[in-house]
């Protein structure tokens, strides 16, 4: 993305920092629960809360989680890392330190492929990722004058993934984190729900004019909480960092709050540096190592990748890259069209799973494990479609009720009389109705309107209530005008 300026022509670079909650019973080093919702304060154990003579002890499951991630994101596994305090002070930070990964985290450099509006693919480095554990939740508006802490929170297993500066554009940002979300949910390492704050994301932003290869200072937009708020930000922060520059300023490097009401960013505090956090390794947790068969172990058991799966539906059902983008953005919905395109054709089933299904889903209070209509009886709809008992047009009618009733689609073709008219006679003698109470429109389809045909076409499958085959249809009209 290029923005003018009124000196020239400027960049964005961008860089992105996420923080995933990752999925697991209990915290990253304690055993409290981690389940979403419960009452302030339920779930803290003593090593969260920072009582003295608390140690941590490592969870098993989200080093699992990790490494899962990192081979998902085609990174280097780091067979040793290394847990370190990271010293700051905050009022929802028990411990006064927290505990996370420094100069040895668990992996290293890795690709991310982003999937773009035109159609191409870029790819997006990522930097590393480290575990490390969340803080507590503040909170400031129970109480006139006083602020409470909810420490749940505290303690939960975090990945921080961090990008490298390789993004141009909000575009690209927002195409960044979808499909980071989606790879997350592939792997059921982290839910992706940004409204729970289970994935959020600083961005670092900075600009510089087109041609230059400097990186100029950055600011770090923090804690945004939704795809379209970090591209808004990213683009209010870029063009206030171009009018800075071009009015002879210099820009801070600090951190930043987006304030998604007024769409613009306001500052929060000058950005800290690695020292000022007074790094040292934890003196409580030895360096965490993991085997070779461990990583191994996980690296068998991978579910198809959406970049995989997408690149086997356009090879094996024929889809184009956007169909088969849409369809694999989620896992559940990708396997609901292999089921529902189980040999059947897959540009229909992809048709319908796209279009009348998805519908169906954001109208209601639907999900995947209850959708609107099974894939089963989606797949026996259009067996009916193309085996001529019903139309295309009848299908809509069909789906209709399959939503509201749940019934078998043939046995809705049965009830409803909803089967489509086949039989050339009654086609013919509905045709020579129109015509004979219409002799002046047939007059003008002799004279050369032939456009008009379709008006007939259409004045026929209201008289059939939209049940005449359409194909039959149009060859028996254009066979009476040849008469």
Same mark, same amino acid.
């Given at each position: ?9 400027? *960049? ?57 991630? /990192? %081979? ?42 982003? =999937?773009?509006?035109? /159609? ?7 930097? &590393? ?41 909000? #575009? ?15 792997? #059921? ?10 994935? &959020? ?6 600009? &510089? ?66 020292? =000022? ?13 993991? !085997? ?9 058991? %991978? ?19 956007? =169909?088969?983008?849409? %369809?694999? @953005?989620? &896992? @559940? ?18 048709? +319908? ?14 999900? +995947? *494990? ?17 085996? /001529? ?9 069909? $789906? ?25 006679? @009654? ?9 004979? !109470? ?16 379709? +008006? $007939? ?27």
């Amino acid at each position: 993305m290029i923005i003018q300026g009124d000196t020239g022509d400027w *960049e964005i670079v961008i860089g992105l920092e996420v923080h995933a909650q990752v999925i697991s019973k209990s915290k990253l080093f304690s055993g409290a629960a981690t389940d979403f919702g419960a009452e302030p304060n339920d779930q803290v154990s003593f090593v969260d809360a920072g009582f003295p003579g608390m140690l941590p002890v490592i969870n098993e499951k989200c080093v699992e989680q990790a490494v899962r991630t /990192g %081979l998902g994101l085609k990174a280097k596994i780091n067979l040793t890392s290394v847990f370190a305090r990271k010293n700051y002070f905050y009022a929802d930070l028990p411990q006064g330190y927290q505990i996370s990964q420094y100069d040895m985290p668990i992996v290293g450099e890795g690709t991310l492929l982003i =999937d773009l509006a035109d /159609g191409s693919s870029r790819a997006i480095g990522i930097e &590393r990722l480290h575990l490390e554990q969340d803080a507590g939740k503040s909170i400031h508006d129970m109480h006139p004058s006083k602020s409470y802490i909810d420490l749940n929170r505290s303690g939960v297993a975090l990945m921080e993934i961090v990008s490298k500066p390789d993004m141009r554009s909000p #575009e690209e940002a927002g195409a960044y984190l979808t499909k980071l979300r989606t790879i997350l949910r592939y792997l #059921e390492t982290c839910d992706g729900n940004m409204q729970e704050g289970s994935m &959020r994301c600083d961005a670092n932003v900075s600009v &510089r004019p087109v041609g230059s290869t400097e990186l100029r200072t950055r600011c770090e937009i923090k804690n945004v909480n939704s795809i379209r708020f970090v591209q808004q930000a990213i683009e209010y922060e870029a063009r206030r960092h171009i009018d800075v520059y071009e009015n002879g300023g210099e820009i801070r490097q600090e951190t930043r709050l987006f304030d998604s009401a007024k769409g613009e960013t306001r500052s929060m505090r000058s950005k800290e540096h690695a020292h =000022d956090y007074r790094y040292f390794p934890d003196p409580d947790l030895l360096p965490l190592v993991v !085997a070779q068969d461990f990583v191994d172990g996980i690296q068998a058991t %991978l579910p198809e990748l959406p970049d995989d799966k997408k690149a086997r539906f356009m090879t094996d059902f024929g889809l184009n890259s956007y =169909d088969a983008g849409v %369809l694999v @953005a989620e &896992r @559940a919905s990708a396997d609901f069209f292999e089921q529902v395109a189980a040999g059947r054709d897959a540009k229909m089933a992809a048709n +319908w799973v796209m279009g009348d299904f998805f519908a169906a889903m954001n109208s209601g209070d639907y999900s +995947w *494990e209850k959708p609107p209509v099974s894939a089963v009886n989606l797949g026996k709809m259009i067996d009916l479609i193309k085996d /001529g008992t019903i139309s295309t047009r009848l299908a809509k009618d069909v $789906f209709i009720f399959m939503v509201e009733t749940g019934k078998d689609p043939a046995i809705i073709v049965e009830e409803k009389g909803l089967k489509q008219v086949t039989d050339t006679g @009654a086609i013919e003698k509905a045709i020579d109705e129109i015509m004979a !109470a219409n002799p002046d429109k047939v007059a003008e389809v002799k004279a050369g309107k032939d456009k008009l045909m379709g +008006w $007939f076409v259409g004045q026929v499958m209201k008289a059939t209530q939209g049940k005449a085959n359409p194909g039959m249809l149009n060859e028996l009209i254009v066979k009476k005008f040849q008469e």
